[in-house]
């Protein structure tokens, strides 16, 4: 089968289009004939092994895993020992982050982490959701009507996803991201645009009652200067001594506030209701580009510049 593989951390001239064999789907596993893969922030992460924290995961020196890509909609094609619940030729979808393998004609995946897709979604829909979706489900989980909530990096899949459901809930919402994107996300609805280049949120002098930092740059001591008395910021991702300032020192730090990390409860059941949640039009992945398998390497390229408008979606099929 064609797949899109690395074999060590680095740019995406590691990456290349080659054949392979077709996995065959281990115990509690089904197989699925890939119909998208959307291209996620933690595709480059594991991709150039950065942050450090990912190597955890992915493997300490070079990639336990050669091919990327975790948000996939794909056909059942084979299942694996001990599986039930589901048919061959049925359309399932799953956020396999631990896993990956999505770019690729074909990918193994583990039955528990996935979910049948609904008829009202398309292939393409579908793939923006499990790890994005999932993502902005959980970063606006709460919010009531009034509440004045900040996305740093909101250009992005679960930054547009997040707005949307903030801006139903009645909030007012400050868009942070870079200068190629605030005239867009002022078009999606944001009530404030910030370009991350020129202001600095932390030193405006505004207050918010939520913050939600997709890639957290700044300790728990500017943090509290931007936070509203009783609010909250959750990050999602960051380099480690960021992200350790963050969880050790936002308890000492905060004064009456809460700093800390964006905790998503990935599985079925998040999928299910993201997927509902779509189908009911509360949110709408915005897809930037469908592109081939050949294009993962672009598409990877303008991910780790912060240069996509919401999200790109990777078909095998096309040529």
């Given at each position: 089968m064609k797949a899109v593989i690395y074999d060590r951390y680095g740019s995406p001239e590691q990456l290349r289009l080659t054949d392979i064999d077709t996995p065959e789907p281990a115990k509690g596993g089904i197989r699925v004939k890939v119909l998208a893969c959307a291209v996620n922030l933690s595709d480059w992460e594991y991709l150039t092994g950065s942050p450090a924290w990912v190597r955890t995961v992915g493997g300490l020196f070079k990639p336990k895993v050669s091919v990327l890509g975790s948000d996939i909609v794909g056909i059942v094609d084979k299942l694996g020992e001990g599986v039930s619940g589901f048919e061959i030729g049925q359309r399932v979808m799953g956020d396999y982050v631990m896993t990956r393998g999505g770019f690729a004609e074909y990918a193994c995946v583990p039955a528990g982490e996935t979910v049948t897709v609904p008829d009202a979604l398309s292939d393409d829909i579908a793939a923006?959701?499990?790890?994005?979706?999932?993502?902005?489900?959980?970063?606006?989980?709460?919010?009531?009507?009034?509440?004045?909530?900040?996305?740093?990096?909101?250009?992005?899949?679960?930054?547009?996803m997040t707005l949307q459901l903030a801006k139903a809930a009645g909030a007012h919402v400050t868009a942070v991201d870079n200068?190629?994107?605030?005239?867009?996300?002022?078009?999606?609805?944001?009530?404030?645009v910030i370009d991350y280049a020129k202001v600095n949120f932390t030193e405006t002098g505004q207050t918010w009652d939520r913050i939600l930092d997709m890639v957290a740059t700044r300790g728990p001591r500017e943090i509290s200067r931007a936070l509203a008395e009783g609010g909250a910021y959750k990050a999602l991702g960051g380099d480690v001594p960021t992200l350790l300032s963050i969880v050790f020192g936002g308890k000492l730090l905060s004064h009456g506030k809460s700093i800390g990390m964006l905790l998503v409860p990935s599985g079925q059941e998040l999928t299910r209701r993201v997927a509902e949640y779509a189908v009911q039009g509360r949110i709408a992945p915005h897809v930037d580009a469908v592109l081939p398998l050949a294009s993962v390497p672009e598409a990877l390229e303008r991910t780790g510049k912060g240069q996509v408008l919401g999200k790109i979606v990777i078909k095998p099929s096309l040529a």
């Open positions: 923006c959701l499990p790890q994005a979706g999932g993502i902005a489900v959980a970063g606006a989980e709460g919010l009531l009507e009034g509440d004045r909530m900040l996305i740093n990096g909101a250009g992005g899949g679960s930054g547009t200068a190629g994107k605030t005239a867009w996300l002022a078009s999606l609805g944001a009530d404030e």
